[in-house]
C-alpha cells in the first residue's frame, strides 16, 4: 500500500467523518437541549436526500437542490415538532423512542409511497465531477473535497452560532436550566421548533451531500443514524465538540480498518481469508472503539454527567 | 379489577390454540403458521419484557440475541445437513438436527452475549443505554453480512426442519403446539420470577435505586441477571423463529427487529406478564390484514403506534382491563 493511498484513504474517512458531523450535531444539540432521543433523525436526512434528487431532476441545478434539501428538512422537522415531538418531551425515553419509531415507519413507507422502491440518482455537478490535484500529486475527487470543506465551514458556523449569537446563547441557556429561560420571557416551545428545524436541516444537507455519491433510496437514513449514535455515545451527549471529535473518530475509523484490517491480516494469512476475517473484523471495528471509550468514560469523552 | 386482567390474559392467551385448532378443523396451515409466528414472537417479547417492564431497560438490541438464537440452530442444523463437523482440528464436533440441543447452544450463546452487552452497557442508564444497545445489535448485523462462511448477506437455508423426540415437526400443528407449551413454560416462570425476591428487588431498583442500594443490593448486579436471563429467552425465540422459517438471514439482528420487540411490549401493554404475547398477536393479525389492504401497510402500523403512544398510554391490556392496575 502507497503512502498516496493511505492518504486518499485518510481524506475519505474525513469526509465521511464530517458528514456524520452534521447528522450527530442536530441529534446531540436535540438532546442537549429538549432532553429527547430522536430516532427519526435519520428519515430527515432521507427527506433532504429525496427533496434533492427531485429538484436536481426537475430543474438540473445542484445548488437548487441543495437548498430544497434544507428547506424540505427543516420543514419536516417543524411539522413534526409541532404535531409530535412537542407532546413527548415530558415523557420517558421509551415513549420518544416508540414515538420516533413510528415516525420512521411513517416517514419511510409514505416515501417509498410517492417515490417508489427504486434508487434514485443525484448527480455530482459537471465541474465537480473530476479529481483534482492535491499537493503532492495525489489526484482526489473534487467534489468529496467540496464536501469536506463544506462540512467544515458549517461546524465553523455551528460553533459560532452557538457561541456568539442570540440564539446560541439561548439555546446554551436551554441546556442547563429550560425552567428559568422561560421565566426571563424566552419564548421555549418557539425556542424548540427553531432547534429541531435546525437539526433537521443539518441532517437534510448531510443526506443530499451523500446523496451525491451514494445512491437515493428508502432506508439510506438509518445506517447513518446509528452511526451518529455511536458517535454521540463516544463524543458525550450534549456536547458539540464532542460529536466533531467523535464523527472524526468513527469516520476514519471506519474507513482506515475496512481497507488496513484486510491488509493487516494478509501479513500471516492467506489472500481470501485474510479478506474474510479483515472485513468482518473491520464491520465491528466502531463499536470495538465504542466499547473501549465506554470503559474508560461512561459518559463519553467530553460527556458531563 | 385484578380479576378482569385475569380474565383478559386467560383469553388472550387461549386465543392462540384456540385460533391453531380451528385451522386444524378448517384445514388452514397458513393460519396455524401464523399463530405459531405469533406465539415466538410473544416469546422473544417476553423475554425483553424482563429487561425493560421489570428492569426498567430500554434494550434496542435485543435482536442481537434473537440472530444469535437464530444462527445458532443455522449453523448447527447446516452442518449436520452437510455431513461437514463443525469443528474437526482437535476434537470432532458434528452439526445437529436436535431441536433440544440446539435449543441450549442458543440460550447458552445468547446469555454469554447478553452478559457482554449487558456488562458494557449497564455502565451507562437511560439515553446512552438505549444508544449502545442499539449500536451493539447493530455491530452483530453488519458482522453477519460481512461473514461470508454462513452465507453472509443471504442468509442460510435448511432445507428439513429440525427434530423432536416424539414429534413430527414438518406438521404445523404439531410444531404450533410445541412453541405454545415453550410459550407457556417460560410465562409461567416469568410470572414466578416477577414474584420471587429477585423479581421485586429487580423492580424496585427500576423505581428507586439508590433505596435498593441501601438495603444492601447491588442494582447492577440485578440488571445484569435480568438483562443474561432476558437474552437467553430472546436468543430461544430466535432458534425458534428461524426453525419456523428453515431460514436465517441477518435480517434476524435488524435493528427494525428490535423496534418491534418494543413495539409488541407497548402495544400489549407495558410490564404486564401477558403485554407482550397480546401485542404480539395483535402485531400478527394487523400485519396480515394491513398487508392485503396495500403495500404500504406499515405506515399504517406506524400511524397506529403513535396514536397508541401519545394518547393511550397502557397498551391493549390497559385499555380493556383499566389503568389501576399497571404496575407503574
Known amino acids: 500500500m502507497t503512502t498516496l493511498l493511505l492518504i486518499e484513504q485518510v481524506l475519505n474517512g474525513l469526509q465521511s467523518g464530517i458528514m456524520l458531523f452534521l447528522m450527530a450535531a442536530g441529534l446531540t444539540l436535540i438532546f442537549g437541549v429538549m432532553g429527547l432521543i430522536n430516532l427519526a433523525h435519520g428519515s430527515l436526512y432521507m427527506v433532504g436526500a429525496f427533496a434533492a434528487a427531485a429538484v436536481a431532476g426537475a430543474t438540473g441545478s445542484f445548488v437548487l437542490a441543495l437548498m430544497a434539501s434544507l428547506i424540505a428538512a427543516a420543514a419536516a422537522g417543524a411539522v413534526i415538532e409541532m404535531v409530535v415531538i412537542r407532546r413527548l418531551y415530558d415523557r ?104 429541531f428545524a435546525l437539526g433537521a436541516a443539518l441532517a437534510g444537507l448531510a443526506g443530499a451531500l451523500v446523496g451525491a455519491i451514494q445512491s437515493v433510496q428508502v432506508g439510506m437514513g438509518e445506517p447513518v443514524l446509528i452511526l451518529a449514535f455511536v458517535v454521540i455515545v463516544i463524543g458525550g451527549i450534549g456536547s458539540i465538540k464532542g460529536a466533531l471529535v467523535g464523527a472524526l473518530l468513527v469516520g476514519l475509523t471506519d474507513t482506515l480498518g475496512g481497507v488496513l484490517l484486510p491488509l493487516a491480516f494478509g501479513v500471516f494469512m492467506d489472500a481470501s481469508t485474510a479478506t474474510a476475517v479483515g472485513s468482518a473484523l473491520a464491520s465491528m471495528s ?17 460527556g458531563t454527567v | 379489577m385484578i380479576r378482569r386482567e385475569g380474565i383478559i390474559n386467560t383469553l388472550i392467551f387461549l386465543s392462540l390454540p384456540a385460533v391453531a385448532g380451528a385451522a386444524l378443523l378448517l384445514d388452514e396451515p397458513f393460519t396455524i403458521t401464523l399463530a405459531t409466528r405469533a406465539a415466538i414472537l410473544a416469546l422473544a417479547a417476553v423475554g425483553l419484557n424482563l429487561a425493560l417492564g421489570l428492569g426498567g431497560l430500554v434494550s434496542l438490541g435485543h435482536a442481537a440475541f434473537f440472530g444469535i438464537g437464530g444462527y445458532a440452530m443455522g449453523i448447527l442444523a447446516s452442518h449436520a445437513q452437510s455431513y461437514v463437523p463443525l469443528i474437526d482440528t482437535w476434537i470432532v464436533i458434528e452439526g445437529t438436527k436436535s431441536m433440544p440441543v440446539i435449543w441450549l447452544v442458543a440460550v447458552i450463546a445468547s446469555a454469554f452475549a447478553a452478559l457482554a452487552i449487558g456488562a458494557l452497557s449497564l455502565r451507562t442508564s437511560g439515553v446512552y443505554f438505549i444508544m449502545i444497545t442499539l449500536a451493539f445489535g447493530q455491530m452483530f448485523y453488519y458482522f ?21 423426540p416424539g414429534l413430527n415437526t414438518l406438521v404445523p400443528i404439531q410444531f404450533f403446539g410445541l412453541v405454545f407449551t415453550i410459550l407457556a413454560l417460560v410465562l409461567w416462570a416469568m410470572g414466578r420470577l416477577a414474584a420471587s425476591p429477585f423479581g421485586l428487588a429487580l423492580n424496585a431498583a427500576r423505581q428507586n435505586a439508590e433505596r435498593v442500594e441501601t438495603v444492601g443490593l447491588t442494582p447492577f448486579r440485578l440488571r445484569l441477571v435480568a438483562f443474561v436471563i432476558s437474552g437467553a ?50 402485531f400478527v393479525v394487523l400485519e396480515h390484514m394491513l398487508s392485503g389492504v396495500s403495500e404500504f401497510w406499515l405506515i399504517y402500523v406506524g400511524a397506529i403506534l403513535l396514536l397508541v403512544v401519545l394518547f393511550a398510554r397502557g397498551g391493549l391490556i390497559g385499555t380493556l382491563a383499566g389503568r389501576a392496575v399497571a404496575h407503574d
Open chain 1, 92 to 195: 420517558d425515553h421509551l415513549d420518544q423512542v416508540l414515538a420516533t419509531f413510528a415516525l420512521i415507519l411513517i416517514f419511510s413507507e409514505g416515501t417509498r409511497w410517492v417515490f417508489g422502491s427504486f434508487p434514485l440518482y443525484l448527480d455530482v455537478p459537471a465541474a465537480l465531477a473530476g479529481p483534482v490535484t492535491l499537493p503532492g500529486g495525489i489526484l482526489y475527487p473534487a467534489y468529496r473535497l467540496l464536501i469536506i470543506v463544506v462540512g467544515l465551514a458549517i461546524a465553523a458556523g455551528l460553533f459560532l452560532l452557538i457561541a456568539r449569537t442570540r440564539i446560541g446563547i439561548q439555546i446554551r441557556a436551554g441546556e442547563s436550566d429550560r425552567e428559568m429561560i422561560g421565566a426571563l420571557g424566552v419564548d421555549i416551545s418557539r425556542l424548540y421548533t427553531i432547534v
Open chain 1, 286 to 302: 466502531i463499536y470495538i472503539l465504542m466499547a473501549i471509550v465506554l470503559l474508560y468514560r461512561p459518559t463519553g469523552l467530553f
Open chain 2, 144 to 164: 453477519a453480512i460481512s461473514w461470508p462462511a454462513y452465507g453472509g448477506e443471504d442468509g442460510l437455508s435448511i432445507y428439513v426442519r429440525n427434530d423432536f
Open chain 2, 233 to 282: 429467552i430472546t436468543g430461544l425465540a430466535g432458534a425458534l423463529f428461524a426453525d419456523l422459517n428453515r431460514f436465517v438471514s441477518p435480517s434476524m439482528f435488524s435493528w427494525q427487529m428490535s423496534g418491534e420487540f418494543i413495539v409488541f411490549i407497548v402495544l400489549g401493554g407495558i410490564g404486564r406478564l401477558f403485554g407482550p404475547v397480546a401485542g404480539a398477536c395483535l
